[in-house]
């Protein structure tokens, strides 16, 4: 059997808001949002909401304007973002983090009239948009006069965001998701993890990736309290799982990645802990990690930003040998079907195709995609639309699909979904660049994203200069870690470039690593070693960048482990991401780092040659 339906549930005229406000009638001073210090009450959040919402209606915004949200992690931007919903809009998130021409892009693509921002990044673009900075009539928002607002806003399919993904065609195409389908995945979650209020959340993702949803939105709604990590925290391993204990933490979502970068800060326990894993496949022995850790509920979440969020969920138990992709969530359908469009037979793959209330409206004005991606239900007509995924999967048994791979070049790195034509075509803007082949290689915390260049003439750009190009137009996520130049590319018997073949290249003799210079002390030889050790190279110069040789965020946390450690030093992660990061540079910050430890009377013995 290859159809799968979840059960039916009726969210007509539910809306995000109506049951968070809900929450707040029945427990108005209970602790609703915390960032840092600051907390406030549920009272406090509706409040602020329905204020900054009038702000918003009062600037022209209308029942689905685009509003885009453009600012740092904190309590003002969860505020944002459901103030934008409750005004009858739909919220376009942007990072701050991602280049600027990126989100220059959404903005003018998506059309938006108005941009929740703060003062600091209020010049941020040269556009006709109304920058409204939320930092500068935070007073009003919090404590300024209560407005009855004009309700815009009535669920069902009314838009509630566009988010842009990855584009194979070099640019980030929007998906249009609607109330209904938001609401229904967390009424579903909320009954599947039998959420009680109890939980305190945690949110670590970037709003432009969907995952975000579901940290900020599940505690909310079920009267709980969400805690909202920084910037800096989200992404080391130390200070977060140092956040998850002070602040009790017993409710999250992580990538695989991320959950493997707790594991590496050695995080003491997870008891009590429900964990949502999704964003990539991962594997069981990750899973018996965390459940040996003490995970209670430790669920398995599958699904494209096309279909909301996440359609399908699997608990997984210590008894599992392998992790299916599980049930389809309520009023969901999961359909595996064959080249012809038909149900295939148990054990054997096919293509997986989700329809239901998830379904999104579409591509935002892209109907020709939208017609080839979301189509009419083939195997019982009436029901509605279903979403080609590309994924494909087997039927393992009569209720278990498994994931196999793609039938296409999308690719999930560290859970961000990422089309590898949209960094082939980034790099190739590069004026000395005639193609770019990209391959992505490893696993979870091991994945690299390699680019193979070949040039207009024989004189190649220097690699720092290409990199820093490319930073210029993509976001730190789809970086490659290696660039390597080549002649000719291999090739398949159809004259196809040989994909395969380049992934299975040996990253020795890269074009990153500059020309070699042997450590000079011995701070330089350990940083070295630890250096080999993690990217699993057989050389390292002096003067190799870390990031140039394949090290990313997830390696870093690593890397800051081992250092501390080895010297120890008390090295933040944020320092190495804070200057170009050779061994070299390395070796001064661990002299550094060791100095600021020791008085003055210290320091000058010790440059005095004293023990």
Same mark, same amino acid.
């Given at each position: 059997?290859?159809?799968?339906?979840g059960?039916?549930?009726?969210?007509?005229?539910?809306?995000?808001?109506?049951?968070?406000?809900?929450?707040?009638?029945?427990?108005?001073?209970?602790?609703?949002?915390?960032?840092?210090?600051?907390?406030?009450?549920?009272?406090?959040?509706?409040?602020?909401?329905?204020r900054?919402?009038?702000?918003?209606?009062d600037?022209?915004?209308?029942?689905?304007?685009?509003?885009?949200?453009?600012?740092?992690?904190?309590?003002k931007?969860?505020?944002?973002?459901?103030?934008?919903?409750?005004?009858?809009?739909?919220?376009?998130?942007?990072?701050?983090?991602?280049?600027?021409e990126?989100?220059?892009?959404?903005?003018?693509?998506?059309?938006?009239?108005?941009v929740?921002?703060e003062?600091?990044?209020?010049?941020?673009?040269?556009?006709?948009?109304?920058?409204?900075?939320?930092?500068?009539?935070?007073?009003?928002?919090?404590?300024?006069?209560?407005?009855?607002?004009?309700?815009?806003?009535?669920?069902?399919?009314?838009?509630?965001?566009?988010?842009?993904?990855?584009?194979?065609?070099?640019?980030?195409?929007?998906?249009e998701?609607?109330?209904?389908?938001?609401?229904?995945?967390?009424?579903?979650?909320?009954?599947?993890?039998?959420?009680?209020?109890?939980e305190?959340?945690?949110?670590?993702?970037?709003?432009?990736?969907?995952?975000?949803?579901?940290?900020?939105?599940?505690?909310?709604?079920?009267?709980?309290?969400?805690?909202?990590?920084?910037?800096?925290?989200?992404?080391?391993?130390?200070?977060?799982?140092?956040?998850?204990?002070?602040?009790?933490?017993?409710?999250?979502?992580?990538?695989?990645?991320?959950a493997?970068?707790?594991?590496?800060?050695?995080?003491?326990?997870l008891?009590?802990?429900?964990?949502?894993?999704?964003?990539e496949?991962?594997?069981?022995?990750?899973?018996?990690?965390?459940?040996?850790?003490?995970?209670?509920?430790?669920?398995?979440?599958?699904?494209?930003?096309?279909?909301?969020?996440?359609?399908?969920?699997?608990?997984?138990?210590?008894?599992?040998?392998?992790?299916?992709i599980?049930a389809?969530?309520?009023?969901?359908?999961?359909?595996?079907?064959?080249?012809?469009?038909?149900?295939?037979?148990?054990?054997?793959?096919?293509?997986?195709?989700?329809?239901?209330?998830?379904?999104?409206?579409g591509?935002?004005?892209?109907?020709?995609?939208?017609?080839?991606?979301?189509?009419?239900?083939?195997?019982?007509?009436?029901?509605?639309r279903?979403?080609?995924?590309?994924?494909?999967?087997?039927?393992?048994?009569?209720t !278990?699909?498994?994931?196999?791979?793609?039938?296409?070049? &999308? =690719?999930? #790195?560290?859970?961000?979904?990422? *089309? /590898? %034509?949209e960094?082939?075509?980034a790099?190739?803007?590069?004026?000395d660049?005639?193609?770019?082949?990209?391959?992505?290689?490893?696993?979870?915390?091991?994945?690299?994203?390699?680019?193979?260049?070949?040039?207009?003439s024989?004189?190649?750009?220097?690699?720092?200069?290409?990199?820093?190009?490319?930073?210029?137009?993509?976001?730190?996520?789809?970086?490659?870690?290696?660039f390597?130049?080549?002649?000719?590319?291999?090739?398949?018997?159809?004259?196809?470039v040989?994909?395969?073949?380049?992934?299975?290249?040996?990253?020795?003799?890269?074009?990153?690593?500059?020309?070699?210079?042997a450590?000079?002390?011995e701070?330089?030889?350990?940083?070295? !070693?630890i250096?080999?050790?993690l990217?699993?190279?057989? &050389? =390292?110069? #002096?003067?190799?960048?870390f990031? *140039? /040789? %394949?090290?990313?965020?997830?390696?870093a946390?690593?890397?800051?482990?081992?250092?501390?450690?080895?010297?120890?030093?008390?090295?933040?992660?944020?320092?190495?991401?804070?200057?170009?990061?050779?061994?070299?540079?390395?070796?001064k910050?661990?002299?550094?780092?060791?100095?600021?430890?020791?008085?003055?009377?210290?320091?000058?013995?010790l440059?005095?040659?004293?023990?």
């Open positions: 059997m290859s159809i799968f339906h059960k039916q549930r009726d969210t007509k005229g539910v809306t995000l808001i109506g049951l968070l406000e809900q929450r707040a009638k029945e427990q108005p001073q209970k602790e609703a949002l915390k960032f840092h210090s600051t907390s406030m009450t549920y009272e406090e959040v509706c409040g602020a909401v329905s900054l919402a009038r702000i918003l209606q600037a022209g915004v209308q029942k689905e304007s685009l509003v885009g949200i453009y600012m740092d992690r904190s309590e931007m969860i505020i944002s973002l459901l103030a934008v919903i409750k005004a009858g809009g739909a919220y376009v998130p942007l990072d701050p983090a991602h280049p600027s990126r989100n220059k892009y959404i903005i003018e693509k998506s059309h938006i009239g108005t929740l921002t003062k600091k990044y209020e010049d941020a673009f040269a556009l006709s948009a109304k920058m409204i900075c939320v930092d500068s009539i935070w007073e009003e928002i919090l404590h300024g006069e209560n407005y009855v607002i004009e309700n815009l806003l009535s669920g069902g399919h009314q838009l509630a965001y566009v988010i842009f993904t990855s584009g194979s065609t070099g640019k980030p195409k929007g998906v998701v609607e109330h209904e389908g938001m609401v229904n995945y967390l009424l579903s979650v909320s009954d599947n993890l039998h959420l009680n209020g109890s305190r959340g945690l949110t670590v993702v970037t709003i432009t990736f969907d995952i975000s949803i579901s940290e900020m939105f599940l505690p909310l709604i079920n009267g709980g309290t969400l805690i909202v990590a920084d910037n800096e925290t989200a992404k080391d391993g130390a200070l977060l799982t140092k956040l998850i204990a002070d602040e009790r933490i017993d409710l999250c979502g992580f990538t695989p990645s991320t493997y970068m707790l594991l590496d800060a050695e995080i003491p326990d008891d009590g802990m429900k964990m949502l894993i999704g964003g496949p991962w594997s069981i022995s990750l899973a018996q990690s965390l459940l040996d850790l003490g995970c209670e509920q430790l669920w398995n979440v599958y699904g494209p930003t096309e279909t909301t969020i996440y359609s399908t969920m699997y608990r997984i138990t210590k008894k599992d040998t392998y992790i299916p599980g389809p969530i309520d009023q969901t359908d999961i359909y595996v079907l064959d080249q012809n469009m038909k149900p295939v037979e148990t054990g054997m793959e096919g293509d997986l195709y989700i329809g239901g209330i998830g379904v999104a409206r591509y935002f004005e892209n109907k020709e995609l939208t017609d080839e991606r979301f189509i009419p239900d083939p195997v019982e007509p009436g029901r509605g279903i979403y080609k995924t590309g994924d494909i999967v087997k039927c393992v048994n009569e !278990d699909i498994v994931y196999v791979g793609r039938s296409d070049f &999308q =690719v999930k #790195v560290h859970g961000y979904r990422i *089309e /590898l %034509g960094i082939e075509a790099i190739s803007k590069h004026k660049v005639a193609q770019a082949v990209v391959v992505v290689t490893g696993e979870n915390a091991e994945a690299k994203i390699k680019a193979f260049i070949k040039t207009k024989e004189e190649r750009p220097a690699v720092s200069d290409l990199k820093a190009f490319v930073e210029e137009l993509l976001p730190y996520y789809m970086i490659p870690n290696i390597r130049f080549v002649d000719e590319y291999p090739m398949t018997a159809n004259l196809k040989d994909r395969k073949a380049l992934m299975s290249m040996e990253d020795e003799g890269a074009d990153n690593a500059h020309e070699y210079v450590p000079r002390n701070i330089e030889e350990m940083v070295a !070693d250096w080999k050790g990217l699993n190279l057989e &050389q =390292v110069s #002096v003067c190799d960048d990031l *140039e /040789l %394949g090290g990313h965020s997830l390696l946390n690593r890397l800051v482990k081992k250092m501390n450690n080895a010297f120890g030093t008390t090295i933040a992660l944020v320092e190495i991401f804070s200057r170009p990061m050779t061994v070299e540079e390395m070796a910050l661990v002299e550094e780092n060791l100095l600021s430890g020791l008085s003055d009377e210290e320091i000058e013995a440059m005095n040659g004293e023990d």
